[in-house]
């Protein structure tokens, strides 16, 4: 089991700056993806950007040239730095972990609130 602690939420004003960590509670050696979503209220649950086990990396395209997601091995941790925000950006952001091989599984944090103000 693999308990995922996110943090870095908070309110900003629009054009500001925030950096979310998601920190796994142990090695995980079988990454098929990690990665953000966010659901904003009334909304569905959509992804953000996600990272493979090789490094790729895909983004949602409302956030395309403001956000990367980067991970730190050493500290079992993920990444979104977010730039440039806008109060559409406003949302839960949960962090996403997905394993495969023996004992695949799909895990997530319990969500971090990000305000943005006009």
């Known amino acids: 089991q693999v308990q995922l602690v996110e943090s870095g939420g908070g309110l900003v004003q629009a054009g500001g700056s925030l950096r979310l960590s998601c920190a796994a509670s142990?090695?995980?050696?079988?990454?098929?993806?990690m990665g953000w979503y966010r659901q904003a209220p009334g909304k569905q649950r959509e992804l953000v950007a996600r990272m493979t086990g090789g490094g790729t990396t895909n983004y949602a395209d409302s956030v395309k040239g403001r956000f990367t997601i980067s991970r730190d091995n050493a500290k079992n941790t993920v990444y979104l730095q977010m730039n440039t925000l806008k109060p559409e950006d406003t949302a839960v952001y949960y962090c996403?972990?997905?394993?495969?091989?023996?004992?695949?599984?799909?895990?997530w944090g319990q969500g971090t609130q990000v305000t943005v103000s006009s």
């Open positions: 142990r090695v995980i050696f079988s990454t098929l993806t």
């Open positions: 996403n972990w997905r394993t495969y091989g023996l004992g695949a599984g799909e895990y």
